[in-house]
């Protein structure tokens, strides 16, 4: 049962392009969290979503990033327009639906973007 | 050795002592716990959970308290090992109000010197 998976591990980008990371969740998992971390810094919430539904994005940058997680394939966290300050590594993170016996957040490996 | 979260993020200890990690949230609503390890360059890893209708719970060399009255968390590792090197967090979540959503403190690093 493969965990989390989260790609690419690193992303480099030029200011002004785009970037798009992907997040695969655990089987059986039907939710998924984003989260941004600096370096030396804890992790900051971002979004949460379900399949072709967002929950929560009160931790989301109201300009240039979005995020899905449709019926079929990966969740997408896309930021536009990159600049400097988006250099981080992104963490998604997968449950099982909120309400069953083990909340079980579990983490992928993240993706180091560098915006040069 | 003993940290006290925010205010000493680096706890150092020698190799076979115990070590104590702690955390205070900031939500008194909080009912579910989790402490998560993460060592440089990987994501968070699981390590032990306790929800609020407990104060104690214990795995494997690890022991996680929970004093819900001024609102502290602290994670003992027995034996401390140097594989158990790394950044540990602890976070909070607020299932029973509907928020599914762990809320991260900044994270204590654990040096463990053999």
């Known amino acids: 049962n493969a965990g989390v998976m989260q790609n690419p591990r690193h992303l480099v980008r030029r200011r002004g392009q785009e970037a798009r990371l992907r997040c695969s969740p655990m089987k059986g998992h039907s939710h998924v969290y984003w989260y941004r971390q600096l370096p030396e810094e804890g992790l900051k919430f971002m979004v949460y979503l379900q399949k072709e539904n967002i929950i929560d994005e009160s931790g989301m940058p109201k300009e240039r990033f979005s995020a899905e997680f449709p019926k079929e394939g990966p969740s997408i966290l896309r930021i536009q327009q990159v600049v400097r300050g988006d250099s981080a590594a992104y963490f998604c993170?997968?449950?099982?639906?909120?309400?069953?016996?083990?909340?079980?957040?579990?983490f992928g490996s993240g993706t180091r973007l560098t915006v040069v | 050795g003993e940290s006290v979260g925010l205010h000493l993020p680096t706890l150092s200890v020698q190799e076979g002592d115990n070590s104590i990690i702690n955390c205070a949230y900031s939500n008194s609503a909080s009912d579910y716990f989790i402490w998560y390890k993460q060592e440089s360059g990987k994501g968070p890893q699981f390590i032990i959970d306790?929800?609020?209708?407990?104060d104690k719970r214990q795995g494997q060399r690890v022991t996680v308290l929970l004093n819900k009255t001024v609102k502290h968390l602290s994670l003992q590792i027995a034996a401390t090992q140097p594989g158990d090197s790394a950044v540990y967090f602890c976070a909070e979540t607020e299932v029973s109000g509907g928020s599914y959503i762990p809320t991260f403190g900044r994270g204590t690093s654990l040096i463990v010197h053999p």
């Open positions: 993170a997968s449950s099982p639906p909120p309400g069953t016996s083990n909340y079980g957040y579990t």
């Open positions: 306790i929800r609020s209708n407990m």
